[in-house]
Each structure stands twice: as structure tokens, then as C-alpha cells.
């Protein structure tokens, strides 16, 4: 059974760059304004990957206008940690930081296993579809928490 929607959702992994933009995106496609959605990376030293874009595209998420941005950078712009209900961390090195970063909040922070697919693939074709994965990780994740998508195409 899923389970209510937060109020405020924060998506992290360790660039901004490829799987919390992706989850960003899609839970606001799917579940429109009802939560507070945004993403952080443990670091933020590279721009929205390519692949990211297209294959969200072809799900109808819009993430070419994504500005990656760290945990550091989110607070220094005015959004704190705090404010959040629930942050989900997608790789290991950003549930260290959140958890790190939450341990004097009661905040609930989740880890869910969401595959890395930079590098993967030796073609175009073969890195789409590593990124389609992650992408329909995320999608299965979404829906298993939280119910189908309430927004359609």
C-alpha cells in the first residue's frame, strides 16, 4: 500500500548531475505540486548529463533547464536541510553526507540503490539504456511508495 506524499521531498547522489535531477524531475511530473521536490549532490562540479536529459525526455520530464548544485550550495541559497520531511539519498556517498549532515534533525533519511550509469555502454545506443535503467529504478521506486503517477501526459 503506498504510503502519503510528503510534503517535502530532497533528492541527492554525488553530482546533481545524472540520478537526483532524474528523480527530481519525475516525481514532479508524476505527482505534480502536492510535494516540495528538489536535488542536491554531494558535489556539484559538473552540468546535467546529456543521456539524463534525453531519456526523461522520452517519459516527458523536462530536466534541460537543471542547474546542479551541492548540499553546501542549497543552504548558502536559503533552502535548509531542516525544511525537509524526507531527503533520499540515490548513491552511497550521499546518504554518508546526509546522514552526516541530519544528525542533530528529525529528519527521515531513506537510501535507495539507484544505479550509477556514467560509464556504462560502449555506444550511444548501449549508454541509453544503462540510463534507462536507472531512470525506470527511479520510476519503480516513485510508484512503490508513493502510487501510480497522479498526473498524465
Not at 50 to 67: M, P, Q, W
Not at 68 to 83: C, P, T
Not at 105 to 112: A, G, I, K, T
Not at 139 to 149: D, I, R, S
Request: net charge negative.
Amino acid at each position: 500500500m503506498p504510503h502519503r506524499l510528503p510534503q517535502s521531498v530532497l533528492f541527492c547522489c554525488d553530482h546533481n548531475a545524472v540520478r537526483s535531477p532524474m528523480a527530481e524531475g519525475i516525481m514532479k511530473r508524476f505527482y505534480g505540486t502536492d510535494t516540495y521536490v528538489q536535488s542536491v549532490g554531494v558535489f556539484n562540479d559538473l552540468e546535467i548529463d546529456g543521456f539524463a536529459i534525453a531519456v526523461c525526455t522520452e517519459i516527458g520530464v523536462e530536466l534541460s533547464r537543471h542547474r546542479s548544485r551541492s548540499f553546501d550550495e542549497m543552504e548558502r541559497m536559503g533552502d535548509a536541510l531542516s525544511s525537509f520531511d524526507l531527503v533520499v539519498a540515490l548513491s552511497p556517498a550521499s546518504q554518508r553526507r546526509a546522514l552526516d549532515l541530519t544528525r542533530f534533525y528529525h529528519l527521515h533519511v531513506e537510501y535507495w540503490p539507484i544505479m550509477d550509469p556514467t560509464g556504462l555502454g560502449e555506444n550511444r545506443e548501449q549508454k541509453l539504456n544503462a540510463y534507462r535503467q536507472s531512470r525506470d529504478q527511479i520510476v519503480n521506486e516513485l510508484t512503490g511508495h508513493w502510487g501510480p503517477p497522479r498526473i498524465t501526459a
